[in-house]
């Protein structure tokens, strides 16, 4: 594995595209999307970037607006770097992909929904990684939410124990799932405390493998507090103070 790096390069080479500043989607169809009960959009799946190795694109960036989105994760089309939606407003960072070009406008894998109110409580306490999952679910619960459907979460505030990395394309060597080599090359980023923002989306148990990695309910971003840079999230934790969000009705 690649050492992680502190994220003053990564900070250096983000962007942040606003949803109606990208071109029109390209004249090309793309793949029917998957919709889940609760209203989470699955564009492309999981389980086919690391069975199939489809990196292809699934979704045009442009067209989240015309849909309503408000947030989403996902990663570029030929894993170019990650994309996250907060609040409507669309944040890219590129990894390190030597000879690419610029960003692409379109993803090969893109959770996505729309929340119009959200609910929010405070951390009571901190949340270290092997405990978050749990921990996701009973407030979930507590708050009405079914977990037999997927929902979206978010969380402002301090993070703690965070590894997180940006894709920045295929890793050649990569042969499929159980590869010894990960499927992209990547810059990762290793934080003992980070601020910022978490949008995440917990999977039913029909959408693990689809909206996130097989065996993990869980697919959350990191955004930077100014909403410039965006990552995706292997490990973290929460420290108490922080705010939890569930959609409301």
Avoid: Y
């Avoid at 004249?27 to 609760?38: C, D, V």
């Avoid at 607006?65 to 990650?82: D, I, K, N, Q």
């Avoid at 989306?201 to 029909?206: L, M």
């Amino acid at each position: 594995m690649t050492e992680p790096r502190s994220r003053r390069r990564f900070l250096q080479g983000a962007g942040t595209l606003c949803l109606g500043c990208l071109a029109a989607g390209s004249a090309s169809a793309q793949p029917a999307a998957a919709t889940a009960p609760g209203g989470i959009v699955a564009h492309g799946a999981f389980r086919n970037l690391m069975q199939r190795r489809d990196f292809t694109p699934k979704v045009e960036l442009a067209r989240l607006r015309a849909e309503g989105v408000t947030e989403a994760v996902g990663a570029l089309s030929e894993l170019r770097g990650e994309v996250t939606v907060i609040d409507g407003r669309e944040v890219v960072s590129l990894g390190p992909c030597a000879g690419c070009g610029p960003a692409a406008e379109s993803a090969t894998l893109l959770v996505a929904t729309r929340v119009s109110h959200w609910r929010s409580e405070t951390v009571p306490q901190d949340v270290p990684e092997r405990a978050l999952r749990a921990f996701i679910a009973e407030r979930a619960r507590a708050n009405g939410l079914n977990l037999g459907m997927a929902f979206p979460f978010r969380f402002r505030g301090t993070l703690q124990d965070v590894l997180m990395h940006v894709n920045g394309g295929p890793d050649p060597r990569f042969t499929g799932h159980g590869s010894p080599v990960p499927m992209a090359v990547a810059d990762l980023f290793r934080e003992a405390r980070l601020e910022g923002e978490v949008i995440g989306f917990h999977a039913s148990a029909d959408m693990v493998g689809i909206i996130s990695h097989a065996g993990d309910p869980l697919h959350c971003h990191w955004v930077s507090p100014a909403r410039d840079a965006t990552a995706h999230l292997d490990e973290f934790g929460l420290l108490a103070g922080g705010t939890l969000s569930f959609p409301l009705g």
